[in-house]
C-alpha cells in the first residue's frame, strides 16, 4: 500500500482463486484517479486478453470501441 500511495506509481494486478476458484480479479490501483486510468490505458494489452478469454471474444481492443 506504501508504494501505490507514491506519487507515480501505478499497476494492474491480477489474482486468480482469490475467493472462488477458476475466479480472476484484476485490480487497478494508483495514487490518483488519473493515474488509476493511465494504468487501465497501459495494460489494455493484458486485461483485454484476459477479458476476451472470459467471454470467448476474438477483437482487439481497437475493434470493440466501434460498439
Do not use: C, H
Not at 482469490?18 to 494504468?39: P, R, S
Not at 477483437?59 to 460498439?67: D, F, L
Amino acid at each position: 500500500m506504501e508504494w501505490i500511495k507514491q506519487q507515480g506509481n501505478k499497476r494492474l494486478y491480477v489474482k486468480n482463486d482469490l475467493w472462488e476458484k477458476d475466479q480472476t480479479v484484476l485490480v487497478f490501483a494508483a495514487y490518483t484517479n488519473d493515474a488509476i486510468a493511465k494504468a487501465i490505458k497501459e495494460n489494455r494489452d493484458n486485461w483485454w486478453e484476459i477479458i476476451m478469454s472470459w467471454f470467448d471474444i476474438d477483437m482487439t481492443p481497437a475493434q470493440i470501441r466501434g460498439y
